[in-house]
Nanobody, 124 residues
Framework: QVQLVESGGGLVQAGGSLRLSCAAS????????MGWFRQGPGKEREFVAA????????YYADSVKGRFTISGDAAKNTVYLQMNSLKPEDTAVYYC?????????????????WGQGTQVTVSS
């Protein structure tokens, strides 16, 4: 089993920054990648960013490229999402997830374990 715990959400003004953290514990040695997804009010869950387990490759949704950065600390089994230049449309519950096989990084269906989510609210 794998447990994922997110932290770092909160309320921020437009143009501000937040850093989300996702700590993984349990049987993570078979993992392939970790990703961040978000679900805004009345919207479907959408891909935000992903990083492979070695940290050598990162992937981003077009809507966050140039503003968000995903990174990982293998020693701490923790993945981070640095979010800069936040916009009101970034308001959502952000979830981290762990992917244990191949396939496209942006598909939520390929992620087996999910955290409980952390709320990010960006005011205008």
């Amino acid at each position: 089993q794998v447990q994922l715990v997110e932290s770092g959400g909160g309320l921020v003004q437009a143009g501000g920054s937040l850093r989300l953290s996702c700590a993984a514990s349990g049987r993570t040695f078979s993992s392939y990648a970790m990703g961040w997804f978000r679900q805004g009010p009345g919207k479907e869950r959408e891909f935000v960013a992903a990083i492979n387990w070695s940290g050598t490759s990162t992937y981003y949704a077009d809507s966050v490229k140039g503003r968000f950065t995903i990174s990982g600390d293998a020693a701490k089994n923790t993945v981070y999402l640095q979010m800069n230049s936040l916009k009101p449309e970034d308001t959502a519950v952000y979830y981290c997830a762990l992917k244990s096989g191949g396939g496209t990084y942006s598909s939520a269906l390929l992620y087996r374990y999910w955290g409980q989510g952390t709320q990010v609210t960006v005011s205008s």
